[in-house]
């Protein structure tokens, strides 16, 4: 099997596309792989780190600058004759498409020279991007049953789920001990993605201050551009602050409770993990979609929901020690958590590939 796979911009695109290429690995013996990414984003560092062939077009995201977008129009056009060139010499039985504007001029190629393509969708309002490509290829895979609705009627939407989630699964549980903290005691995680979010943190000081004479412990992970400054402040014993902590999702299994954004790989990795959690989007994404994943979540009572404009730490400080006494809430999340099946997203994203290019044959 010969895959031409683009995404790009954001972890949220580039690590679901990873997760894809593991399982086509893991299942082909003969699989070539090409990777399309933009050539100064984190894609063009992760992907060769993980011995992928890597394929670099230069494109940036519209603006509502007159001069830049009509610069990024040329680009476009540019990237696309590149993509054309590409897959002319790779010659690929499918094209995949895992998010980012870069998948735009890619998937565009392949519409062009009549070769089959998928697009995977991973919040439930999908993007800009995926919105328009979607009329044009083989299959739109998507992370929420309910995207269905928000793409066209003759568009052939496949609930996958996201393939991220499916990670938490073959991941063995990291020991509390090994972080320095107690075997014994009830965990509290809380994170905002990798890089960290200042409001989010700067809101939490009062909560990890209230939650120091608490029983159960805290480890708050900052993200490495707000550990220096956030580190300055002092907390008890059982508030354990990190910048970073590389392999974040095999810690979900020992945790009781998340505090974090509502990106779709983290909700997909709770939904596995099975961890009840509170959600506070995050504002500053587009179309809000961090919004609509939490409602979404919070409609089907799998988790909790608040704004980060409604975010008090003596509130949350209480509804926490609520949720960690076992009450009434909690137990209802975890049962929905363990009744709400998740698919093998990988696995099926897998197998709806060798339909697609079986049915080109």
């Known amino acids: 099997m010969r895959v031409i796979i683009s995404a790009g911009g954001t972890g949220g695109h580039i690590y679901p596309a990873l997760s894809i290429i593991k399982k086509l ?4 013996t003969n699989l070539e ?4 990414g933009t050539h100064n984003r984190m894609e063009k560092d992760i992907i060769p780190q993980n011995n992928i062939p890597y394929e670099a077009i230069e494109i940036y995201g519209f603006s509502k600058n007159i001069l830049k977008d009509c610069k990024n129009v040329y680009l476009l056009y540019k990237a696309y004759n590149k993509c054309l060139k590409i897959m002319k010499e790779f010659k690929p039985d499918i094209v995949i498409g895992v998010g980012g504007y870069v998948t ?4 565009m190629a392949a519409r062009k020279l009549n070769i089959k393509s998928v697009i995977h969708e991973q919040n439930i309002i999908p993007g800009k991007t995926n919105k328009y490509l979607s009329r044009g290829v083989d299959a739109v895979f ?6 269905e609705k928000y793409f066209d009627k003759d568009v052939n939407c496949i609930y996958t789920g996201h393939p991220s989630g ?5 991941l063995k549980p990291i020991k509390k001990e090994s972080l320095g903290l107690s075997k014994n005691k009830k965990l509290v995680l809380i994170t905002s993605g990798s890089l960290g979010s200042s409001a989010m943190n700067d809101k939490l ?6 939650s120091g004479k608490e029983d159960y412990e805290v480890l708050f992970i900052t993200g490495k551009g707000n550990f220096d400054e956030f580190n300055k402040n002092k ?4 508030i354990k602050v990190m910048p970073y902590l590389d392999n974040l999702s095999a810690l979900l299994k020992s945790c009781n409770l998340v505090i974090g954004r509502a990106g779709a790989g983290t909700i997909s990795e709770l939904l596995v993990a099975k961890v009840p959690s509170i959600l506070i989007p995050s504002p500053n994404v587009a179309n809000n979609h961090q919004y609509y994943n939490a409602k979404a979540m919070q409609d ?11 975010l008090d730490s003596k509130v949350l400080y209480e509804r926490v020690k609520e949720l960690l006494s076992n009450n009434e809430e909690y137990r209802n999340l975890k049962n929905n958590l363990y009744e709400n099946i998740m698919p093998s997203s990988s696995e099926k994203i897998y197998e709806k590939i060798k339909e697609v290019i079986k049915n080109a044959k």
Do not use: G, H, R, W
Request: no cysteine; hydrophobic share 45%.
């Open 25 to 28: 690995q893991e299942k082909e």
């Open 33 to 36: 792989v090409l990777y399309i």
């Open 104 to 107: 735009m001029p890619v998937i």
């Open 142 to 147: 998507t992370s929420f049953k309910e995207s």
């Open 166 to 170: 499916d990670n938490v699964l073959s």
């Open 205 to 210: 000081i009062e909560f990890l201050n209230l």
């Open 235 to 238: 907390f008890n014993s059982n």
């Open 300 to 310: 089907k009572n799998l988790a909790i929901m608040i704004e980060e404009k409604d």
